[in-house]
Antibody, heavy 119, light 106 residues
């Protein structure tokens, strides 16, 4: 059974750095073709892809957020970490992690983690 | 960046209706790089279709994807009560971008 779960703060202040962790099970991120992605969805708005970590630790980032976002594999356990710097109220959203399958679509998703940016 | 435009933004339908949702890309998207997702309020999205027309695991046959080039379609042959949701198309030709969604409502 494949599961993913997001964890992290629900409230951050403007200019702070957000760190979210995706803990997954049921698959290995060392399997060629697989990856873990982060996405977000502001309230009432569409999905936005943020970053992808491939099985070989190569990473891709959304051009609109390049420079603010970093995706890495945690040193222990099946975890992928997203850091986003200089948070702004416009970054308020539910943040999802998901598995990228070998077809480049996202076939398993976490439940989502709401993050509010407010002073 | 490839921009995905979905139409209509919202669709009022009844159970049993045949529903057609459209998705247009700003550049050509290979057939293998187009997916559709379903999202219900308060839930994570669910993968319905990948590679334009391949249903994901356990997705009912009433969901059909088609299209090529820049124009793609998701068809629900006979809408069931559990199909009221928002549907998103996504391209993976150049990184990943989503459309703005089509809300299927009563």
């Amino acid at each position: 059974q494949i599961t993913l779960k997001e964890s992290g703060p629900t409230l951050v202040k403007p200019t702070q750095t957000l760190t979210l962790t995706c803990t997954f099970s049921g698959f290995s991120l060392s399997t060629p073709g697989l990856g873990v992605v982060w996405l977000r969805q502001p309230p009432g708005k569409a999905l936005e892809w943020l970053a992808l970590l491939y099985w070989d630790d190569d990473a891709r980032y959304s051009p609109s957020l390049r420079g603010r976002v970093t995706i890495t594999r945690a040193t222990s356990g099946n975890r992928v970490v997203l850091t986003m710097t200089d948070m702004d109220p416009a970054d308020t959203a539910t943040y999802f992690c998901a598995r990228k399958n070998r077809f480049r679509s996202f076939d398993y998703w976490g439940q989502g983690a709401p993050v509010t940016v407010s002073s | 960046e490839i921009v995905m435009t979905q139409s209509p933004a919202a669709l009022s339908v009844s159970q049993g209706d045949r529903v057609t949702l459209s998705c247009r890309a700003s550049q050509r998207v290979s057939p293998s790089e187009l997916a559709w997702y379903q999202q219900k309020p308060g839930q994570a999205p669910r993968l319905l279709i990948h590679a334009t027309s391949v249903r994901a695991t356990e997705i009912p046959a009433r969901f059909t994807g088609s299209g090529s080039g820049t124009d793609f379609t998701l068809t629900i042959s006979s809408l069931q009560s559990e199909d009221f949701a928002t549907y998103y198309c996504q391209q993976s030709e150049d990184l990943w971008t989503f459309g703005q969604g089509t809300r299927v409502e009563v």
